[in-house]
């Protein structure tokens, strides 16, 4: 059974970003999908410079469910895998960067 630990945080971010790297290296690979919370663009902005490096056209997608469209907070938690609190949810939320298009064609 799947249990978070907030100590493995750091490296759980390094082990994706170096599993980003080798599938960006592969030639068999047509797409990589980088599913975390990504709130800011600090914390994906290496995942598109790697995809941009190596030719990728990058594409960022919102949720389209009901709970995120809403901002449903209850629901997110419910679904989540993690027991993130309600207020951790809610600052997740509050600091949520949408980001413009152009910045992603170099």
Same mark, same amino acid.
């Given at each position: ?30 797409? =990589? ?5 990504? $709130?800011? &663009? #600090?914390?994906? @902005? +290496?995942?598109? !410079? %790697?995809?941009? /490096?190596?030719?990728?056209? =990058? ?5 389209? $469910?009901? &709970? #995120?469209?809403? @901002? +449903?907070?209850? !629901? %997110?938690?419910? /679904? ?27």
């Amino acid at each position: 059974m799947y249990e978070f630990d907030p100590q493995s945080l750091s490296a759980a971010h390094e082990n994706t970003r170096y599993r980003c790297n080798l599938a960006l290296c592969d030639p068999n690979v047509d797409a =990589i999908i980088i599913d975390n919370t990504n $709130t800011q &663009w #600090w914390e994906f @902005r +290496d995942y598109v !410079e %790697m995809g941009q /490096r190596a030719g990728y056209q =990058i594409e960022l997608q919102e949720p389209k $469910t009901s &709970w #995120w469209i809403n @901002r +449903d907070i209850e !629901e %997110m938690a419910r /679904r989540g895998t993690h027991n993130v609190t309600l207020d951790t949810i809610t600052r997740m939320v509050q600091r949520f960067e949408t980001i413009d298009p152009v910045i992603l064609q170099k």
